[in-house]
């Protein structure tokens, strides 16, 4: 019980309704891949780790039905935005990264959200926008298109088995998890009427357990699972998207939607200390991050510093701040503009930049202003060792707090990460690759990795929580790579995050020792704390050929297996 009474500090902070649930979660979660008495996680055939019960459940239902890791992670991430819609869903977009046994590179399927041809730019340069502008915030969804490009080429169920999960879920009700139950604590979220009537029952929010059903969802659910992604972008529902989005602004029209494609992306991929990393390019920002962190240090390097020591955290920082800079300054849709990853990821450059940090000195980072939240990872593992890691977003809480009111899709907000120019100028920008454009992807903060050794799995991994993903992702695959921290040790310590905006430099989570932050102080480090409950980490990690699966407490996550 050790591992639990390291998340005390969590439970202690959260509303008393959510105690229970959040002590079943966290037990739950922790109890399925706890070190057996040899030090090692209880091998598994199959393993999934999500942010909900669930989604999880679900996983490993599909697997069970003689799915692959891709059909279960398809009908996982749809049931995600049933019993997760603050999160995901059918109006958001995705990122995967899939690993099939035997072959040396990874697939990425890019299936974000993008600029509508007639995007107005000069709408989105005035946010944040009030409430009947927000259409202009909503992007084409890309989940249906992608999620269906992946059960196309890599799965073997039908597709119609595929929605039958979430279509159920939706249709005879799903617990409120304590993580949507905090984010009901949104006051705006019941001005928009089909979000009301789900979730606030007598004008009130629901509470942790309450069981919610969502018929409208279900018979749209039903219609893609029978037509394919044609319900979604053609006919009647496209139709509802476009009504619903002008009702508030927005200019998304009927051939933006029949002119969404899913589209795969070369990885990029770092070599280090005998591992292969497997991550995201263009237009994720968060593929950078890692890249540039592991081409400036050396295991050596890292065991110098120290694990969790504050030596190693502003090191760190001052490389993740280096990063966010070229994020801003450099990366925006490579359709649209040249992002020349080799160059940004060239060892002279980074070399001279590491000669630029020291341990007794901060660098500064200007104030940006960009936010992204609402998002959910989940990672999977079949008896075949085929691996996905995957991470769905609608951006913000609940997206643009717009629903489709006859077929309850909850629609993104995902044009809202779009570079503000005034942002991009106080980097001192020369040009503007972020910029909202017609067609173009926004970049995101979103890292799904996969780590390979000698060609097999050895971790997967991916998180939520807006601009923390990359960081956060960063320092855990920090702490297995460098540390061999287990997925549970690596997701009971604390981390940091390097904030965009504000007063301070560094931002620990309030479990955080508290000579940590004095050391960081003296560093030069403007420290300030948070809790720990907006992002989190989902692990699956490999001893050999066993499989052992984390999920993170902080958004009280699952992790389970198809053992008995």
Request: aromatic content about 6%; glycine content about 10%.
């Amino acid at each position: 019980m050790c591992i639990v009474r390291k998340y005390n500090a969590f439970a202690s902070s959260l509303p008393k309704f959510t105690f229970s649930i959040f002590t079943a979660s966290v037990i739950g979660a922790l109890a399925l891949a706890v070190p057996t008495a040899q030090g090692r996680s209880a091998a598994a055939p199959g393993a999934v780790a999500s942010e909900n019960l669930v989604v999880s459940q679900t996983a490993i239902e599909v697997l069970k039905r003689g799915g692959n890791a891709i059909d279960a992670a398809i009908s996982a991430a749809l049931s995600a935005g049933v019993a997760s819609p603050s999160s995901s869903g059918l109006g958001g977009g995705a990122f995967a990264v899939v690993h099939r046994a035997g072959e040396r590179t990874p697939m990425i399927l890019d299936f974000r959200e993008e600029a509508p041809e007639r995007v107005d730019a000069a709408a989105l340069e005035r946010r944040p926008l009030p409430w009947n502008e927000r259409g202009h915030l909503v992007g084409v969804p890309g989940e249906a298109r992608g999620l269906w490009e992946l059960s196309r080429r890599f799965g073997k169920l039908p597709w119609a088995e595929l929605t039958k999960p979430a279509e159920r879920r939706a249709r005879l009700g799903f617990p409120v998890n304590a993580h949507l139950a905090r984010a009901l604590g949104s006051s705006e979220l019941a001005q928009e009427p089909s979000l009301a009537a789900l979730f606030f029952p007598k004008g009130r929010a629901a509470l942790a357990g309450s069981l919610i059903k969502n018929p409208k969802l279900a018979r749209t659910l039903q219609r893609l699972g029978a037509e394919g992604p044609a319900a979604i972008y053609d006919g009647v529902i496209a139709s509802e998207i476009v009504a619903t989005v002008a009702s508030a602004g927005g200019t998304l029209a009927l051939s933006d939607l029949a002119q969404y494609r899913a589209k795969e992306r070369t990885p990029i991929k770092v070599q280090w200390e005998g591992y292969e990393i497997f991550t995201m390019p263009p237009p994720s920002a968060g593929g950078l991050l890692v890249a540039q962190t592991f081409g400036s240090l050396t295991k050596q390097e890292l065991n110098n510093l120290g694990y969790q020591s504050g030596a190693l955290s502003h090191w760190l920082a001052e490389h993740f701040r280096a990063s966010l800079v070229d994020r801003f300054r450099e990366v925006g849709d490579p359709e649209v503009v040249n992002v020349d990853v080799a160059a940004l990821t060239e060892p002279a450059r980074l070399a001279a930049r590491k000669r630029r940090i020291a341990l007794d000195r901060t660098h500064s980072l200007p104030l940006l202003s960009q936010e992204e939240h609402g998002t959910h990872h989940l990672v999977v593992t079949d008896t075949a060792g085929n691996v996905i890691s995957l991470t769905t977003t609608v951006n913000r809480g609940f997206g643009a707090k717009l629903v489709t009111p006859q077929t309850g899709i909850v629609l993104n907000d995902q044009l809202d990460d779009f570079t503000l120019r005034r942002d991009a100028d106080a980097l001192g920008a020369t040009r503007y690759p972020n910029a909202p454009r017609p067609r173009a992807r926004p970049t995101s903060s979103m890292t799904p990795t996969i780590v390979l050794r000698d060609g097999k799995p050895v971790l997967a991994l991916g998180g939520s929580g807006g601009m923390t993903i990359s960081s956060n992702v960063t320092q855990l695959l920090v702490g297995r790579l460098g540390f061999s921290k287990t997925p549970e040790e690596l997701l009971s310590a604390p981390r940091f995050f390097v904030p965009y905006r504000g007063p301070f430099t560094l931002m620990l989570e309030d479990t955080s020792a508290p000579n940590l932050r004095e050391d960081l102080a003296r560093r030069g480090e403007r420290v300030s704390t948070m809790p720990p409950g907006g992002s989190a980490v989902q692990i699956i990690a490999w001893d050999g050929d066993k499989p052992s699966a984390a999920a993170d407490p902080r958004k009280f996550g699952s992790a389970l297996t198809t053992a008995p």
